[in-house]
């Protein structure tokens, strides 16, 4: 049973780098089976796809957030990790590493981490 | 493409017959999930390719629909059922979702 777990910095201050860190148990990140994505939910709204990491390190990312947003991977450490740069109040969120199957569900979820974007 | 869900909130009974409806902008084919949340919890996949249940998941969870108009239905609700409820494309990059049903 895989297992994803978001680890980083709960408070980030505006206009600075978000960095966050999914390390991924039971499973390998280099099944070319799967893609890990990022999502994002601010309190209270709904769920906003962020990008996500091939295998091979090809990467694909929400045209709302591309020019901010990087995603990347480490098989050696089975970890994948997003920063999100120049944030703001609305990047005030939890924010989910995702598994996504074949059929394009996403299948295995962390449990979240809350970012907050304050000075 | 952008996943339009209804209603955005509904209330109900135990026992009751649930229907949860999601429109996409364009045709998506079955490209379609449905997902569970509960308070202070990852979402959870229910449903895949419009009408598969995912492994686990009760069979009072039913999905259907292809093209633009989706359905997701539970038959019999139960207590542990109340949640917020989203449906999300697989269709195309970006992938979205629908802003979510609450259930209460």
């Known amino acids: 049973q895989v297992q994803l777990q978001e680890s980083g910095p709960g408070l980030v201050k505006p206009s600075q780098t978000l960095s966050l860190t999914c390390t991924v148990s039971?499973?390998?990140?280099?099944?070319?089976?799967?893609?890990w994505n990022w999502i994002r939910q601010p309190a209270g709204k709904g769920l906003e796809w962020i990008g996500r990491v091939y295998p091979t390190g090809v990467t694909n990312y929400n045209p709302s957030l591309k020019s901010r947003v990087t995603i990347s991977l480490d098989k050696s450490k089975s970890q994948f990790s997003l920063r999100l740069s120049s944030v703001t109040a609305a990047d005030t969120a939890v924010y989910y590493c995702?598994?996504?199957?074949?059929?394009?569900?996403?299948?295995?979820w962390g449990q979240g981490a809350l970012v907050t974007v304050s000075s | 493409i952008q996943m339009t869900q209804s209603p955005s909130s509904l209330s109900a009974s135990v026992g009751d017959r649930v229907t949860i409806t999601c429109q996409a902008s364009?045709?998506?084919?079955?490209?379609l999930n449905w997902y569970q949340q509960k308070p202070g919890k990852a979402p959870k996949l229910l449903i895949y390719g419009a009408s598969n249940l995912e492994t686990g998941v009760p069979s009072r969870f039913s999905g259907s629909g292809s093209g633009t108009d989706f359905t997701f239905t539970i038959s019999s609700l139960q207590a542990e059922d109340v949640a917020t409820y989203y449906c999300?494309?697989?269709?195309?990059?970006?992938?979205?979702f629908g802003q979510g049903t609450r259930l209460e």
């Open positions: 995702v598994r996504k199957s074949g059929r394009g569900q996403f299948d295995s």
């Open positions: 039971g499973g390998s990140v280099s099944n070319e089976l799967y893609f």
């Open positions: 999300q494309h697989c269709d195309s990059l970006p992938y979205t």
């Open positions: 364009q045709d998506i084919s079955t490209y």
